[in-house]
């Protein structure tokens, strides 16, 4: 279903984007994966805060400004999956070779044209499959995430139903207001902390003599080539599908997509940020606070841009003023808007079987989800015609 016109409350229009209350809560959709995986990176993995914040920063402006939707940008799943739980045998330089393995891989597939015939390949039923089975195993983690704190997470839930649809008093910012005030009361050291939080000018420092050709090939073989799949099928495929569904007027195709992918991560790459990507989920995220526009994504990225610009030393604490409970909450209604998607596909007894499938295989695993309802859409397809 399209989305709807825009919030008649007052609101700034520049560049194709609105600039309103809706779209500064929308702009926060996205944080029950982006969190977990920049703290991560940082505290375990030990890469400088600054690459990370200010290249997420820079290319969030770039991106809301360039595609004038809320196309997200957010950490490569796989690969940071996968570096955050071997902090010992993956290196930073191991990270950042992923990342440059990543953007060439997507040029190639892009300017190749690869990308665009992957496309024309994919059925209807298995990339609806990959999106009820992300938007699954979004609300899944969300839900462990809540388990700690269940009480604050039922109290989250409920307000979050409640005001979906208020456009006067945004859910996300009620969400984060009560994340940070339980944050306070729960551990009110927290507050003496804070006090230590100075301001600190920083730029991001050229990662070309911290990264060697060894880095680059295990980063590729180990991290990068694992994630191609995963980026296909979600941040590439469904990032379009899920766009050109709500945002018709506003389309973008899989090639310009791909390539984007390939831009952002050498950005990425030098400014010794993570391997990025966009995201059906996160665009879902997004979409079901309040954001309609790229100036969600704008918005964000200034607010990115400053901390690492000026506070990079303090973000761990930051980020931890919003509480686990409250970033599952987050997740858990990414999940129910990329869920709710799926039921355009024909009521044929081949697409529903092609659908389940993909979504059971893709809770798991989303790489394998594409082959595996890409061959079976087929096998059905050939079987149809012979009988």
Request: aromatic letters at 8%; hydrophobic letters at 55%; charged letters at 10%.
């Amino acid at each position: 279903m399209t989305v709807k016109a825009l919030s008649s409350i007052k609101r700034v229009i520049f560049g194709g984007n609105v600039y309103n209350t809706t779209e500064f809560a929308g702009a926060f959709g996205d944080l029950g994966t982006l969190i977990p995986f920049v703290v991560g990176y940082i505290v375990v993995n030990k890469i400088d805060p600054v690459g990370i914040l200010v290249s997420l920063g820079i290319l969030k402006i770039f991106v809301g400004l360039y595609f004038k939707t809320p196309v997200p940008i957010q950490p490569m799943k796989a690969i940071g999956a996968s570096a955050i739980a071997n902090p010992g045998t993956v290196s930073p330089g191991m990270i950042w070779g992923s990342g440059l393995f990543s953007a060439i891989a997507w040029i190639v597939l892009a300017l190749s044209g690869a990308v665009e015939w992957l496309n024309r390949i994919t059925a209807k039923p298995v990339m609806r499959g990959i999106m009820l089975g992300l938007g699954i195993s979004f609300m899944i983690q969300g839900l462990k995430m809540m388990s700690d704190q269940w009480l604050v997470a039922v109290i989250a839930l409920v307000i979050a139903f409640l005001l979906l649809a208020n456009r006067r008093l945004p859910a996300m910012l009620v969400l984060l207001c009560m994340g940070i005030i339980t944050s306070l009361v729960l551990n009110p050291t927290l507050l003496g902390q804070l006090k230590q939080v100075s301001v600190q000018f920083r730029l991001p420092e050229l990662v070309f003599d911290k990264m060697g050709w060894r880095d680059f090939i295990l980063g590729a073989l180990v991290l990068g080539m694992p994630q191609v799949p995963l980026t296909l099928g979600n941040a590439v495929l469904g990032t379009v599908a899920e766009n050109n569904e709500l945002f018709p007027d506003r389309p973008v195709t899989v090639r310009k997509v791909a390539l984007d992918h390939g831009l952002i991560n050498i950005v990425s790459f030098v400014m010794g940020g993570m391997p990025l990507c966009h995201g059906a989920g996160g665009m879902a995220g997004h979409v079901r606070f309040g954001a309609r526009t790229g100036g969600a994504l704008v918005i964000l990225g200034v607010i990115m841009l400053v901390l690492g610009l000026f506070f990079s030393r303090s973000v761990s604490l930051l980020f931890n003023m919003i509480p686990s409970a409250i970033l599952g909450v987050i997740l858990f209604f990414a999940g129910l808007e990329l869920a709710s998607i799926v039921w355009d596909i024909s009521t044929k007894k081949e697409d529903i079987y092609v659908l389940l499938v993909t979504t059971g295989i893709a809770i798991i695993n989303i790489g394998i989800a594409f082959v595996a309802g890409l061959a079976l859409y087929y096998a059905l397809k050939r079987k149809v015609v012979k009988v």
